[in-house]
């Protein structure tokens, strides 16, 4: 089944606003130098994407994340690199991270802490720009990826960044992110109805989940080393790259096997929406969680299923159940990654 199908319309794109991404740019002469020595992965090879263009996965766009000194990701996101042209008429670098929008404040300016007498400038935009999610079963490009690369759309400053596609029901949807000013978003919001737009936005938070790709929230912020979540598995983490905040205890973590604990998928028939942050029990541990919840979002096509990601102990799945919320909650029902894990 097209997982367009069930819905108001049977296109194979569609787009929907993502009120819960926002956008933080960090630009500057020295912007380079200060992102490589704040974030788990390297930016120093991240390829320069034109605006308007399509930013390609892992070359011109890549995911990574923000830890604190204890080596806790306090955010995850997706880093595309631009040049621009400042006051003088000087090309410099800007770097678009794009995240959840309930942390855009906070890490913005705990990174501005950082700065010191380097040439850099972050600033949070969720005031001035908007995020947009593209889904596609097409494998050609989509009309309105076509319509957005003609030459006003780096003119108007919309950028286009390729997300991991996702196979299921034998169909593989492409994912795209697309971010505008808010005083150009006409550009784009006219080609979305409201009825399209909320199928799709049920169908891009499901296809999120189904990605295995966890974005931290402010409900999991300081929650997890970044293996606990998978990001090494996810070329999130680059060991090569020299010192972060959290370093060495990301470091430690690889190297010496300490991580026991991943990120998995799972289902479970609930009625009600289920929040993040919350706990999910063993039941031959109920005395404590074993993990709790990561992501969690509605199957557009199953009545009253919710699709999870959850943070687990790894010994947890290998005998008994796991119940959400307590011991004696709903059972989670697990599913295989669609990626392989690193074996730490």
């Known amino acids: 089944m097209h997982m367009s199908e069930n819905t108001s319309s049977n296109q194979t794109s569609r787009l929907c606003l993502l009120k819960e991404w926002a956008l933080i740019t960090v630009t500057g ?47 995850s996101f997706w880093i595309t690199r631009h040049h621009i042209q400042n006051d003088a008429g000087e090309t410099i670098s800007q770097y678009q991270l794009l995240m959840s929008a309930d942390l855009a404040a906070a890490l913005a300016k705990r990174l501005s802490m950082f700065v010191l007498r380097s040439k850099v400038k972050v600033l949070d935009c969720s005031n001035t720009h908007a995020v947009y999610g593209l889904i596609t079963e097409n494998p050609e490009e989509p009309a309105i990826l076509q319509s957005l690369t003609q030459q006003n759309a780096s003119e108007l400053g919309i950028t286009l960044a390729e997300l991991p596609s996702v196979s299921s029901h034998g169909v593989n949807t492409k994912r795209h992110l697309i971010t505008a000013p808010l005083a150009d978003i006409a550009q784009i919001a006219t080609t979305i109805s409201a009825e399209q737009e909320q199928s799709s936005k049920v169908l891009w938070d499901w296809l999120e989940i189904q990605s295995g790709i966890p974005r931290i929230t402010q ?6 080393v970044p293996q606990m979540v998978n990001m090494e598995s996810l070329k999130g983490i680059d060991f090569q790259k020299g010192c972060y905040p959290g370093q060495e205890v990301v470091a430690r973590s690889q190297y010496r096997g300490t991580i026991k604990r991943r990120l998995q998928l799972a289902h479970l028939q609930h009625a009600s929406e289920i929040a993040v942050g919350t706990e999910i029990f063993h039941s031959d541990d109920p005395s404590q969680p074993c993990g709790l919840v990561v992501l969690a979002a509605r199957h557009p096509l199953v009545a009253e299923r919710i699709d999870l990601q959850v943070e687990c102990k790894l010994e947890a799945l290998n005998t008994g159940s796991i119940h959400l919320g307590a011991p004696t909650g709903p059972q989670l029902n697990f599913s295989a990654l669609p990626y392989p894990l690193i074996e730490i």
Not at 49 to 64: N, T, Y
């Open 29 to 75: 002469p020295d912007a380079t130098d200060f992102l490589q020595s704040q974030l788990t992965n390297s930016v120093k090879n991240i390829q320069v994407s034109q605006l308007g263009s399509i930013s390609k996965l892992q070359e011109q766009h890549r995911f990574a994340g923000y830890c604190s000194a204890k080596g806790r990701l306090m955010a």
């Open 219 to 224: 409900a999991t912020f300081e929650q997890f």
